[in-house]
């Protein structure tokens, strides 16, 4: 099991190439502007410092509620950076026109209109 999450992860955060303006753009998010997930929290970047935070935060012996809501803040952000990566892949592989790669936008601003959200 920590083999294949450790593949997925590897491929999840390999750069699909230069970034992209922001797939959501425009988009009305209901969620508490200050809770909200962005599209620019989504970088290969973040997603990497997520991997570190989950490798230390799952090690704690004794975990709290601080460490249970960094643990979910972290895999928000691995399952957006995930998404929109598969976007953004979709839309090379086939065009933006597409129909593989409108349902994955469409599947990734559904997130983070309805899910994008930080716990606190």
Not at 73 to 86: A, D, E, I
């Given at each position: 099991?920590?083999?294949?999450?450790?593949?997925?992860?590897?491929?999840?955060?390999?750069?699909?190439?230069?970034?992209?303006?922001?797939?959501?753009?425009?988009?009305?998010?209901?969620?508490?502007?200050?809770?909200?997930?962005?599209?620019?929290?989504?970088?290969?970047?973040?997603?990497?410092?997520?991997?570190?935070?989950?490798?230390?935060?799952?090690?704690?012996?004794s975990p709290d509620q601080t460490t249970e809501f960094g643990?979910?803040?972290?895999?928000?952000?691995?399952?957006?950076?995930?998404?929109?990566?598969?976007?953004?892949?979709?839309?090379?592989?086939?065009?933006?026109?597409?129909g593989e790669a409108k349902e994955s936008i469409d599947?990734?601003?559904?997130?983070?209109?309805?899910?994008?959200?930080?716990?606190?």
């Amino acid at each position: 099991m920590a083999g294949t999450l450790r593949a997925m992860l590897l491929v999840a955060l390999a750069p699909i190439g230069a970034p992209a303006s922001e797939l959501c753009n425009g988009v009305a998010r209901s969620i508490e502007p200050d809770m909200q997930i962005l599209e620019s929290d989504l970088t290969t970047a973040r997603a990497r410092e997520s991997v570190e935070g989950l490798r230390t935060l799952v090690a704690v012996s004794s975990p709290d509620q601080t460490t249970e809501f960094g643990i979910a803040n972290h895999l928000q952000r691995l399952t957006g950076y995930t998404m929109r990566q598969q976007a953004l892949e979709d839309i090379r592989l086939h065009g933006a026109s597409a129909g593989e790669a409108k349902e994955s936008i469409d599947a990734f601003c559904r997130w983070l209109v309805e899910r994008g959200a930080w716990y606190d």
